[in-house]
């Protein structure tokens, strides 16, 4: 492979994301409103495929090829699950989010649900509690993005994953830093583009080289029968109806719970229009997921001796594209990675800047402007490249994980909000350290291999606020 050609390829879709980036910074009126949430100004088709990019990240042309690769048919179980799973949540809350946002004046997640009470000594609990559990999660989950990155950089030129996690962050921080949320937006409509392209294209090349669908079951078939057998191959009855619970819950606490997601929403300019995206987030979301898992299926029959599964994509890249298309499909995988890590970066920052120190922030704001906001990000994206560097585990794994955390946590408390279920300051605090404390100990005791954690968090959490609310805090009220 000529690596000049790639890289010069690639470099110039990165260039494009940049000059984007820079225009949007440009577009900025410098104010805090606008670095947060672009002065609410985002209509249907950027919020649905922001909201879509953002939703993706890296593991759906990592992660999800990898499982894909491992699991066979079988995999493919996650779509449907899921998909009613975020149908539910598109269906009801996108425009009482966009709303109740608009109305209390909440410019993050953690204010959010901050608002949600008078007390003022309940209201900074509750944003204090969400705002550390943003950092800490959605911090793991900055890392998991840059991790997928150095994986890719490593496969496609022999880069040292340190100095592929860093050459990924900085390419990212650039525009992230100067443009805040209006540039993460219009980056991600262009790269969510870029990503349909690769991903329908890469899954094409595969069943063109595949010899056609009866051949590649023919050869999956002679790898290992159960990678074409849809039910798994029967040793653990419990596994199939833990995957459909699993992957229902994971959908519906996905969307109701990760501030990247929920922040484009906030940054919506109408409840009409946020509502009205979710056929633009859905139909792109599993258009690409769908398209990627057969892709990493097929991979099992056209390489099947891979020691890390989730290398697939760059290795079929290489061995099947000239070099000019191997740079297409390295910004393809560069802007599904770059597309969730700066709206992870951003909202990380905020909480760090906004939420953890109310006051502070204020002093700050007061003296710096939006500089502060800026150095925020910075110093989030500096410490999550150093715990890329750190870490040893797969982008999957990181994902379920982080998303899991704050889903259990962040989900039921916002679920309870939304609804407009009656609630106290300390009954939703307890509600969400019960969450995290559930997903916690699902995941240490290994039950996570059977069902996902979102889901017992969810009865725990919402069955403790209800004893909560008509016992203890009946009286507080």
């Not at 496969?155 to 990212?172: E, N, Q, R, T």
């Amino acid at each position: 492979m000529n690596s000049l050609i790639t890289i010069v390829t690639f470099t110039v879709f990165v260039i494009v994301f940049l000059w984007i980036g820079a225009l949007a910074a440009k577009r900025s009126n410098n104010t805090e409103t606008d670095y947060l949430l672009g002065n609410r100004s985002f209509g249907k088709i950027f919020i649905g495929l922001s909201a879509g990019a953002t939703g993706n990240s890296g593991w759906i042309m990592i992660g999800a090829v990898g499982l894909a690769y491992s699991m066979g048919i079988l995999s493919l179980l996650i779509v449907i699950p899921s998909f009613l799973g975020e149908l539910l949540f598109w269906t009801f809350f996108p425009d009482k989010v966009n709303q109740l946002s608009v109305e209390q004046n909440s410019q993050t997640v953690p204010e959010f649900l901050g608002a949600t009470t008078k007390n003022p000594q309940g209201k900074r609990l509750i944003t204090l509690i969400v705002a550390l559990i943003t950092i800490v999660f959605i911090g793991a989950y900055t890392s998991g993005q840059f991790a997928a990155a150095a994986k890719t950089l490593d496969v496609f030129f022999g880069v040292d994953p340190k100095i592929g996690a860093l050459i990924a962050a900085g390419s990212i921080l650039v525009y992230c830093v100067s443009g805040g949320i209006r540039a993460s937006i219009w980056t991600d409509v262009v790269q969510a583009f870029v990503v349909m392209f690769v991903a329908f294209g890469m899954l094409a090349s595969a069943i063109i080289v595949g010899g056609g669908v009866a051949e590649i079951i023919s050869k999956l078939n002679e790898i290992d029968p159960n990678l074409i057998n849809p039910t798994s191959d029967g040793s653990n009855p419990w596994e199939l109806p833990g995957l459909i619970v699993g992957f229902f819950f994971f959908g519906f606490g996905f969307d109701i719970s990760q501030p990247q997601v929920l922040v484009r929403l906030l940054a919506g300019r109408s409840p009409e229009e946020a509502k009205q995206a979710k056929w633009i987030y859905l139909g792109y979301v599993y258009s690409t997921l769908i398209a990627m898992l057969l892709f990493g299926i097929i991979c099992r029959a056209l390489i099947p001796d891979l020691n890390d599964p989730e290398q697939a994509l760059p290795f079929y890249a290489i061995q099947n594209f000239p070099p000019v298309l191997v740079g297409v499909v390295l910004a393809g995988v560069f802007s599904v990675i770059a597309s969730t890590a700066d709206s992870l970066l951003l909202v990380c920052s905020s909480a760090l800047a906004r939420d953890i120190s109310p006051n502070f922030h204020l002093r700050m704001s007061r003296k710096y402007g939006i500089k502060y906001e800026q150095a925020a990000t910075l110093i989030v994206g500096l410490v999550a490249v150093i715990a890329t560097i750190n870490i040893s585990t797969t982008v999957f794994s990181l994902v379920l994980v982080a998303v899991g955390a704050v889903a259990g946590s962040i989900g039921p408390a916002m679920l309870i909000v939304l609804v407009k279920r009656r609630t106290h300051h300390l009954a939703l605090s307890a509600t969400m350290l019960a969450g995290l404390t559930t997903a916690i100990i699902w995941r240490v005791l290994g039950y996570s291999d059977i069902l996902y954690e979102i889901f017992p968090c969810f009865v725990v959490a919402l069955l403790l606020h209800e004893v909560l609310m008509k016992s203890v805090y009946r009286v507080v009220r």
